[in-house]
């Protein structure tokens, strides 16, 4: 019986130090906040055709004005009015500035979606600093915006930080 308690207990360390090490390779720390939808990871600042490719025909789009720089940009709807892609000219080339989650059919990668409590926000990001009817948190050169109504998120948005 010693001989098999041991073989036993052999096994669930080897079985523990392999979960120890994935977790390790594929837990790695994240940078910034990322978008995912079906199965692929969407980022503000990323080449606006790269990612309308990856999502395929918009559902509806609409012209945004940007008075700033003299350029109509364009907002994309997906995932059944789920959220919006916005895409702005930066640098000569157009990009993905910003992502916003618009129905409880479309969550941030850490869980949070619209339609979730104002405790929910803070549970999922325990660092976010709450504003005037939001909470914010940075990540990297990404900060979520969570914009509250009736202490219920109401939509997040992905922002590029620009320094």
Do not use: W
Request: overall charge positive.
């Amino acid at each position: 019986m010693r001989g098999k308690a041991k073989k036993l207990a052999v096994l669930l360390m080897t079985a523990a130090l392999a979960v120890s090490s994935l977790t390790a390779a594929f837990g790695a720390e994240k940078k910034e906040y990322q978008f995912t939808y079906d199965k692929k990871q969407y980022a503000v600042g990323m080449e606006a055709k790269t990612a309308m490719d990856a999502l395929g025909k918009a559902e509806s789009s609409r012209d945004v004005n940007n008075c700033a720089n003299g350029y109509v940009n364009k907002a994309y709807m997906y995932g059944d009015k789920a959220f919006e892609v916005y895409v702005e000219q930066s640098g000569g080339k157009e990009i993905v500035a910003n992502i916003t989650l618009l129905s409880d059919k479309a969550a941030t990668e850490e869980g949070l979606k619209p339609g979730d409590s104002e405790s929910r926000v803070t549970e999922v990001y325990p660092d976010a600093q709450k504003g005037l009817g939001s909470y914010s948190t940075v990540l990297g050169n990404v900060k979520l915006y969570i914009k509250m109504k009736d202490h219920k998120v109401n939509y997040i948005s992905y922002l590029q930080v620009k320094e």
